[in-house]
């Protein structure tokens, strides 16, 4: 097996395991044993846990975050953008759909640790301010955006949740019906 095969295979095997068990329950002899080869085999491309899920997290996570991101353009329906959104959490892969509830256990503080917490908060205060210069062209009452744009990050959050965490199928139309409750304030 080539190197960065047995590396992906002990990523991956982490990825599973850590979403079973949790950053704390989880052990480079148990990753290991599941990914079929020994200790030091890990060690030599993980130097820790740690290191192993930072990877994860700080790499995949936010890699798979920039996708999503970047596949989505804004033109002139702002509630369609959001609806084709949160629609396409539906068709993440299994390992996405994993990848994705790790850093959302991160997020919550359920999981990881203080530098990784650290970071999750940092991306979350830069949540807010994306989502306004977002739907700010829409707004005819910047005031009341602000409220609007903190009910429609709420409301991403549940549906990401449902789809993600909870495994949901959630119909385009179901999703466009409440993301337009939400979005009701900007026009």
Known sequence: MADSDMKLKIKNVAIDYFNRE????????????????????????????????HEIIKVDYFDLLNRQATRLKINNDVLSFYTEFVFGLNQLTEHEKKVYRLGIKVYYGFDGDDELIDIMNKWEQSIFPRHYQLVKPFLKNEE???????ALVHLIATLVEEIVVKGRFLPEEEIRKELAVALKGIG
């Open 22 to 53: 949790g950053f704390h329950g989880a052990t480079i002899r148990n990753i290991a044993k599941e990914a079929n080869c020994s200790l030091p085999m890990v060690n030599y491309y993980y130097n820790s846990k740690k290191e192993l899920f």
């Open 144 to 150: 009341q955006g602000v409220y609007v744009v903190k």
